[in-house]
């Protein structure tokens, strides 16, 4: 049985990659932040497919702690899957907040740096030497980090996504002797919990972001999740180095 371990599996983009991922046959190791009744919710929708899953906590901001994690990972792999290696990464885990230009301040800026952009980049080089060769990566990205998606009040946080979608072609460039593939998926507006949950707070704001979509809605976390799992299936053996905007044609 192939393995996936999806950060920030606990709602929303990821919650989905790690049940679609799971609905392909794959175990999953998901990780969360404060939501760990997420996180079980999501463990107990792959299990009552007949899956297999473990959620494990993890802070993608402390990289300190990522030696630790490794460790529970190799736990778990050996404990539920009789493996010491892995096959799938899917880099998910973050948070997301408006701030314009000028009211940005460099501890919201080195927040967004920790954990949108060095995060995954030293998580997935303490997790490669357990990657099996001919495994999967993908980044979740931002079409706030593209032209399509520019909208006011994102410098920072679009930096850093654009960063990862950087960061993604050299991972697919030097992990590709092994048959590592590695991708980034880049969503627009996505109903999720980012921001504070705020399309829930906001909802004002929905139709208003539809109309700038072609396909006329805004995305929902299976849109999403469901390109992740055919990115790291067979689906996706011939696709590496590519940024994939999935956001039913947001700006055109």
């Known amino acids: 049985m192939k393995v996936a371990i999806v950060t920030g599996g606990s709602s ?12 392909r046959g794959a175990g999953v190791i998901l990780t969360y932040g404060a939501n760990r009744q997420g996180a079980l919710d999501t463990v107990a929708a792959i299990e009552k497919e007949g899956g297999t899953a473990a959620a494990l906590p993890l802070d993608v901001g402390d990289t300190g702690s990522f030696p630790a994690f490794r460790e529970r990972v190799i736990d778990a792999l050996n404990g539920l899957w009789q493996r010491d290696t892995f096959d799938f990464l899917v880099n998910n885990a973050g948070f997301a ?17 920790r954990v949108l952009l060095k995060g995954p980049y030293f998580l997935t080089q303490q997790l490669l030497p357990l990657m099996a060769d001919g495994g999967a990566v993908v980044n979740v990205s931002s079409n706030s980090a593209m032209a399509s998606g520019l ?18 072609r ?24 980012l921001a504070d949950n705020a399309f829930e707070r906001f909802p004002e704001v929905i139709p208003a972001l539809a109309a700038k979509t072609a396909l006329g809605r ?35």
Not at 186 to 192: A, E, N, W
């Open 12 to 23: 929303g983009i990821g919650q989905s990659a790690a049940i679609q991922i799971a609905a």
């Open 97 to 113: 907040q408006m701030a314009m230009f000028e009211d940005t301040t460099e501890e919201l800026f080195d927040r967004f740096s």
């Open 151 to 168: 909208e006011a009040g994102y410098s920072a946080y679009a930096t850093m996504k654009g960063g990862l979608i950087v960061l993604t």
């Open 170 to 193: 050299y991972m697919a460039k030097e992990f590709s002797p092994r048959g590592i593939r590695v991708n980034a998926v880049s969503p627009g507006s996505t109903r999720t919990r």
């Open 218 to 252: 805004v995305g929902e976390p299976d849109d999403i999740g469901m390109v992740i799992a055919a990115l790291v299936s067979e689906e996706g053996r011939w696709i590496t180095a590519q940024n994939i905007e999935v956001a039913g044609g947001y700006g055109l």
